[in-house]
């Protein structure tokens, strides 16, 4: 079974610190992703990395930076974490390729900027 | 602009009550569609893949079917434990990224 494991399952930090979330990934997958989940606006697609040390921006990269050292772990931080980055945030992780490419999820972290 | 929607927002069903989920899209080259399902406070979980047109794949209670403009969820005789939010996602050519729809948050009554 693919595994996609989320470090934290709940979070709570102060606005302007900085955050670290951890992704890993044991199924060997060159593609991960970090979304974002709220109510009504669906999955948000905010990093994707295609291989190590590789990363392409989502459609809400601003406030976010990503790292891909090693091919299993993907990170997303929040550089100075602000209230409105409140939410739930989801990795996922896929192959390349049509038939292949199913992005399994993670648990999710839920954060909350006080 | 691509888009994926899916209606309806929310559904309640009574125990046995056959429905379907809809889920359209505008898109140019899709490449795949896929369907998962989210409890609540949990990563979604991934159902299934449909790849053209006329394609339908089922499992236990669930069916999902493919046109050009529109997949459905099909759920016959729900039961309680079916109740969840139902998400579909769409792939693209030269993409890697999936474009999620909102999802159809499913409640079946006992």
């Known amino acids: 079974d693919v595994k996609v494991t989320q470090s934290s399952r709940y979070l709570v930090k102060r606005t302007g610190e900085k955050v670290f979330l951890e992704c890993v990934q044991d199924?060997?997958?060159?593609?991960m992703f970090w979304y974002r989940q709220d109510p009504g606006l669906g999955l948000r697609l905010i990093y994707f990395?295609?291989?190590?040390?590789?990363?392409e921006k989502g459609d809400i990269p601003e406030g976010y930076s990503v790292s891909r050292e090693k091919k299993e772990r993907f990170s997303l931080i929040l550089e100075s974490a602000s209230t409105n980055q409140t939410s739930m945030y989801l990795c996922?992780?896929?192959?390349?390729?049509?038939?292949?490419?199913?992005?399994?999820f993670g648990a999710g972290t839920r954060l909350s900027v006080l | 602009e691509d888009q994926v929607t899916q209606s309806p927002e929310a559904l309640r069903l009574q125990e046995g009550e056959s429905s379907s989920l809809n889920c359209s899209y505008t898109?140019?080259?899709?490449?795949?569609l896929f369907w998962y399902r989210q409890d609540p406070g949990k990563g979604p979980e991934f159902l299934f893949t449909l790849y053209s047109a006329g394609e339908e794949k089922e499992k236990e209670r669930l069916k999902a079917t493919l046109t050009k403009k529109e997949s459905f969820l099909h759920i016959t005789a729900p039961k309680p434990e079916d109740s969840a939010t139902y998400l579909c996602a769409v792939d693209i050519y030269n993409f890697n990224k999936f474009y999620f729809g909102s999802g159809t948050k499913l409640n079946v009554k006992p």
């Open positions: 199924m060997d997958h060159e593609n």
């Open positions: 898109v140019s080259g899709l490449r795949g």
């Open positions: 996922a992780s896929s192959l390349t390729g049509v038939g292949e490419n199913i992005q399994y």
């Open positions: 990395s295609y291989d190590v040390k590789m990363k």
